[in-house]
């Protein structure tokens, strides 16, 4: 079993940023594919970026692409998630998850484990 835990989000203005982590305990993270999503309110999850296991590639979101960056800190057992030139319409609820292996997948299906999220909130 993985248990996973975003941290980092809050309040931000316009064209500010943040810097969300997912921490990993009960397995290392370093074999696992990670992937970030978001949910605002009264929208469906979407994906915003993944990381595969093992030296496995990365993934962008459309939207993500050029602002957000993805990365992993194997001797934190921690995925990071570097939010820049953040707009109102980033603001959500974001998650974290994990599914063994390369997988790099930009839908929900795939992972097995899942955090607790944590809000993100952009000001205009």
């Known amino acids: 079993q993985v248990q996973l835990a975003e941290s980092g989000g809050g309040l931000v203005q316009a064209g500010g940023s943040l810097r969300l982590s997912c921490a990993a305990s009960?397995?290392?993270?370093?074999?696992?594919?990670v992937g970030w999503f978001r949910q605002g309110q009264g929208k469906e999850r979407e994906f915003v970026a993944a990381?595969?296991?093992?030296?496995?590639?990365?993934y962008y979101a459309h939207s993500a692409q050029g602002r957000f960056t993805i990365s992993r800190d194997n001797a934190k057992n921690t995925v990071y998630l570097q939010m820049n030139s953040l707009t109102p319409e980033d603001t959500a609820v974001y998650y974290c998850?994990?599914?063994?292996?390369?997988?790099?997948?930009?839908?929900?299906?795939?992972?097995?484990?899942w955090g607790q999220g944590t809000q993100v909130t952009v000001s205009s």
């Open positions: 998850a994990a599914v063994l292996g390369t997988v790099v997948a930009g839908t929900p299906q795939p992972y097995d484990y």
């Open positions: 009960g397995r290392s993270l370093s074999n696992y594919g």
């Open positions: 990381l595969g296991g093992s030296g496995g590639g990365t």
